[in-house]
Protein backbone atom coordinates (compact mmCIF):
# COMPACT_ATOMS: atom_id res chain seq x y z
CA UNK A 1 0.00 0.00 0.00
CA UNK A 2 1.47 3.75 -0.91
CA UNK A 3 2.18 5.79 2.25
CA UNK A 4 -0.96 8.44 2.52
CA UNK A 5 -0.67 11.89 2.49
CA UNK A 6 -2.01 13.47 5.86
CA UNK A 7 -4.32 16.23 5.49
CA UNK A 8 -5.80 17.45 8.81
CA UNK A 9 -9.15 18.43 9.32
CA UNK A 10 -8.41 21.92 9.18
CA UNK A 11 -7.04 22.20 6.02
CA UNK A 12 -9.69 20.39 4.19
CA UNK A 13 -10.63 23.63 2.64
CA UNK A 14 -6.93 23.74 0.76
CA UNK A 15 -7.92 20.62 -1.06
CA UNK A 16 -7.81 22.63 -4.39
CA UNK A 17 -4.53 24.28 -4.96
CA UNK A 18 -3.26 27.28 -5.70
CA UNK A 19 -2.13 26.50 -9.10
CA UNK A 20 -5.53 24.83 -9.55
CA UNK A 21 -6.81 28.46 -8.60
CA UNK A 22 -4.43 30.61 -10.95
CA UNK A 23 -4.86 27.72 -13.82
CA UNK A 24 -8.50 27.58 -13.84
CA UNK A 25 -8.88 32.17 -13.56
CA UNK A 26 -6.16 31.97 -16.40
CA UNK A 27 -8.29 29.67 -18.50
CA UNK A 28 -11.55 31.32 -18.09
CA UNK A 29 -9.74 34.86 -19.34
CA UNK A 30 -8.49 33.19 -21.99
CA UNK A 31 -11.52 31.32 -23.27
CA UNK A 32 -13.54 34.47 -22.69
CA UNK A 33 -11.14 36.48 -24.78
CA UNK A 34 -11.62 33.96 -27.48
CA UNK A 35 -15.33 34.24 -27.26
CA UNK A 36 -15.53 37.73 -26.92
CA UNK A 37 -12.55 38.75 -29.42
CA UNK A 38 -11.60 36.03 -31.95
CA UNK A 39 -14.66 34.23 -32.47
CA UNK A 40 -16.71 37.58 -33.46
CA UNK A 41 -14.68 38.18 -36.48
CA UNK A 42 -14.46 34.71 -38.34
CA UNK A 43 -18.94 34.76 -37.66
CA UNK A 44 -20.79 35.33 -40.83
CA UNK A 45 -23.34 36.39 -38.73
CA UNK A 46 -24.36 38.24 -35.80
CA UNK A 47 -25.58 36.23 -32.86
CA UNK A 48 -28.03 37.85 -30.04
CA UNK A 49 -26.13 39.43 -27.43
CA UNK A 50 -28.10 37.20 -24.51
CA UNK A 51 -27.56 34.04 -26.25
CA UNK A 52 -23.61 35.00 -26.41
CA UNK A 53 -23.44 36.32 -22.89
CA UNK A 54 -24.54 33.31 -22.12
CA UNK A 55 -22.67 30.82 -23.82
CA UNK A 56 -19.23 32.64 -22.80
CA UNK A 57 -19.68 32.26 -19.63
CA UNK A 58 -20.91 28.85 -19.72
CA UNK A 59 -18.17 27.45 -21.35
CA UNK A 60 -15.82 29.71 -19.44
CA UNK A 61 -17.60 28.19 -15.83
CA UNK A 62 -17.05 25.09 -17.56
CA UNK A 63 -13.15 25.19 -18.27
CA UNK A 64 -12.28 26.49 -14.70
CA UNK A 65 -14.45 24.23 -13.02
CA UNK A 66 -12.53 21.40 -15.23
CA UNK A 67 -9.34 22.94 -14.06
CA UNK A 68 -10.59 22.95 -10.66
CA UNK A 69 -11.48 19.20 -10.46
CA UNK A 70 -7.74 18.77 -11.53
CA UNK A 71 -6.57 20.30 -8.62
CA UNK A 72 -8.78 18.52 -6.26
CA UNK A 73 -8.07 15.37 -7.59
CA UNK A 74 -4.36 16.04 -7.10
CA UNK A 75 -5.14 17.09 -3.36
CA UNK A 76 -7.33 14.11 -2.88
CA UNK A 77 -5.87 10.51 -4.10
CA UNK A 78 -2.73 11.16 -2.18
CA UNK A 79 -4.82 10.89 1.08
CA UNK A 80 -6.42 7.90 -0.69
CA UNK A 81 -3.16 6.18 -1.30
CA UNK A 82 -3.72 6.52 -4.65
CA UNK A 83 -1.70 7.85 -7.69
CA UNK A 84 -1.99 11.67 -8.64
CA UNK A 85 -0.80 11.72 -11.57
CA UNK A 86 -2.82 8.46 -13.48
CA UNK A 87 -5.97 9.75 -11.63
CA UNK A 88 -5.00 13.16 -13.14
CA UNK A 89 -4.69 11.83 -16.41
CA UNK A 90 -7.54 10.09 -16.35
CA UNK A 91 -9.27 13.04 -15.54
CA UNK A 92 -7.81 15.23 -18.10
CA UNK A 93 -8.01 12.72 -21.05
CA UNK A 94 -11.18 11.06 -20.52
CA UNK A 95 -13.53 13.44 -22.12
CA UNK A 96 -17.06 15.19 -20.72
CA UNK A 97 -15.97 14.71 -16.74
CA UNK A 98 -16.44 10.81 -17.24
CA UNK A 99 -12.71 10.71 -15.54
CA UNK A 100 -14.05 12.61 -12.95
CA UNK A 101 -16.81 10.73 -12.57
CA UNK A 102 -14.57 7.39 -12.84
CA UNK A 103 -12.76 8.39 -9.85
CA UNK A 104 -15.78 8.92 -7.44
CA UNK A 105 -16.99 5.85 -8.20
CA UNK A 106 -13.79 4.09 -7.66
CA UNK A 107 -11.50 5.88 -5.18
CA UNK A 108 -10.64 4.23 -1.69
CA UNK A 109 -11.74 5.15 1.35
CA UNK A 110 -9.70 7.17 3.46
CA UNK A 111 -6.38 5.94 5.21
CA UNK A 112 -5.69 6.49 8.70
CA UNK A 113 -2.93 5.40 11.21
CA UNK A 114 -3.21 2.48 13.63
CA UNK A 115 -2.12 4.94 17.04
CA UNK A 116 -0.76 1.38 18.96
CA UNK A 117 1.29 -0.27 15.93
CA UNK A 118 1.13 2.41 12.83
CA UNK A 119 -0.06 -0.04 10.55
CA UNK A 120 -2.27 2.32 7.91
CA UNK A 121 -5.89 1.07 7.77
CA UNK A 122 -8.85 2.09 6.24
CA UNK A 123 -11.32 4.62 7.96
CA UNK A 124 -14.41 2.26 8.56
CA UNK A 125 -12.12 -0.18 10.30
CA UNK A 126 -13.26 -1.29 13.89
CA UNK A 127 -10.31 -2.97 14.31
CA UNK A 128 -6.67 -2.96 13.06
CA UNK A 129 -5.81 -6.13 11.44
CA UNK A 130 -2.44 -6.17 12.10
CA UNK A 131 -2.12 -5.87 16.22
CA UNK A 132 -5.87 -6.25 16.76
CA UNK A 133 -6.30 -2.47 18.80
CA UNK A 134 -10.15 -1.51 19.22
CA UNK A 135 -10.04 1.91 16.60
CA UNK A 136 -13.54 3.29 17.52
CA UNK A 137 -16.05 2.02 19.60
CA UNK A 138 -18.54 -0.74 18.61
CA UNK A 139 -21.48 -2.37 20.07
CA UNK A 140 -20.25 -5.32 21.82
CA UNK A 141 -23.89 -7.27 20.35
CA UNK A 142 -23.92 -6.01 16.78
CA UNK A 143 -20.56 -5.10 16.41
CA UNK A 144 -22.02 -1.85 14.52
CA UNK A 145 -19.91 1.80 15.27
CA UNK A 146 -21.17 3.62 17.89
CA UNK A 147 -19.83 7.14 20.24
CA UNK A 148 -17.99 6.32 23.31
CA UNK A 149 -20.39 8.38 24.85
CA UNK A 150 -23.55 6.61 24.01
CA UNK A 151 -25.17 4.37 26.84
CA UNK A 152 -27.23 2.15 24.46
CA UNK A 153 -26.69 1.05 20.49
CA UNK A 154 -28.67 3.49 17.91
CA UNK A 155 -29.05 0.00 16.23
CA UNK A 156 -29.86 -3.10 17.86
CA UNK A 157 -30.53 -1.54 21.53
CA UNK A 158 -28.08 -3.44 23.62
CA UNK A 159 -27.34 -1.42 26.61
CA UNK A 160 -23.23 -0.75 26.20
CA UNK A 161 -22.35 -0.28 29.84
CA UNK A 162 -22.86 -4.62 29.57
CA UNK A 163 -19.80 -4.04 27.51
CA UNK A 164 -17.39 -2.65 30.06
CA UNK A 165 -17.86 1.06 28.25
CA UNK A 166 -13.84 1.67 29.02
CA UNK A 167 -12.60 -1.55 27.98
CA UNK A 168 -14.41 -0.92 24.73
CA UNK A 169 -11.73 1.29 23.70
CA UNK A 170 -8.62 -0.25 24.93
CA UNK A 171 -6.44 -2.81 23.19
CA UNK A 172 -7.96 -5.87 23.14
CA UNK A 173 -6.42 -9.72 22.98
CA UNK A 174 -3.51 -8.87 25.81
Known amino acids: MREPQSIHANEDTRLIPTWSIIAAAAVFVLVEYYF????????????????????????GLLASVYFLMLGFVSMDAPRRSMSPRFWMLICFVMPG??????????????VSTCPACGTHV????????????????????????VRASDQFCTRCGHELAHDQMPARLRVLGN
Request: proline fraction near 6%.
Open 36 to 59: WIVFPTQQHHVTPLGLRIYLNLSW
Open 122 to 145: QNDFHFCPQCNYQLTASCGNCYRT
Open 97 to 110: GIGAVLYFLLRTPL
